[in-house]
Structures are given as structure tokens and as C-alpha cells.
């Protein structure tokens, strides 16, 4: 198992703007551009709380159905937060700060996305 930092997705990248072509995983799979659907195992307030995550996923550029499951993660360990046991609690607040962290919604992995302009590419005068 490799340690370190867990690597960025690409698509975050180039929000950031700091993808580089010759880095680029050329097998990489490609994500469904797909709003992600609300699980129906997911309790009344969790629903809730994953439709408030996908709002903010959609607001910064790269929400997809692919992040389903992280999202459902997220919204299942807000919901034990407030457990009366402190260990749940304690564990369900450190998971669910992982899953933040994931989908770059916490203060300090969202200073580091900077959305930028698609650049057009020029053609050349003697084009068709």
C-alpha cells in the first residue's frame, strides 16, 4: 500500500487549472457528466443532506452520478454526528470529514479550486 497523499482526480485538475497533458492518465476513466440520484436506502434527513452536498458538487463544476457512493457516505455519517454513544459520533464526524475532503468541500481543499475559461484553440488562416 502506497502512502502519501491521495491523488487528485484529473477533473478537479483542470478546474484548477494545473492539469499538465504529459501527466495525464491516457486510460483514465471517464466520468458521467449525470447529476447523482438520491439512494432510496438513505433516511429522511440523510436524503436531505446528500441533495445540499450534490448542490454544492453541481456549483463548483464536477458533480457526477460516479459520486454517488461517496456522497451517500458522507450524507449516512452526518446523519450519526449527534449519536448519544461519543465513539459513533467521534468516528462518524472523522469519516465524514474524509468524505469532505474527497469531494473537495472543506475550506482548505476548496481554496485550492480556481475555475477556469476553456481556451479556444485557433485556427490557422488557411483552414476550411
Excluded at 26 to 38: F, N
Excluded at 56 to 79: H, K, M, P, Q, V
Aim: aromatic share 6%.
Amino acid at each position: 500500500m502506497a502512502g502519501g497523499r491521495p491523488r487528485k482526480p484529473t477533473q478537479l485538475k483542470v478546474i484548477q487549472g494545473t492539469s499538465r497533458k504529459c501527466r495525464e492518465n491516457p486510460a483514465e476513466p471517464v466520468h458521467s457528466p449525470d447529476r447523482p440520484e438520491t439512494p432510496e436506502y438513505l433516511s429522511t434527513k440523510a436524503k436531505k443532506h446528500f441533495d445540499l452536498l450534490v448542490s454544492r458538487i453541481e456549483g463548483r463544476g464536477y458533480a457526477s452520478a460516479d459520486y454517488t457512493e461517496i456522497i451517500a457516505l458522507a450524507a449516512l455519517n452526518f446523519e450519526h454526528i449527534k449519536s448519544r454513544d461519543f465513539g459513533i459520533g467521534n468516528k462518524a464526524r472523522q469519516a465524514y470529514r474524509m468524505c469532505l475532503v474527497e469531494l473537495g468541500l472543506t475550506p482548505s481543499s476548496a481554496s485550492k479550486v480556481t475555475v477556469t475559461k476553456k481556451k479556444e484553440e485557433k485556427q490557422s488562416k488557411w483552414a476550411l
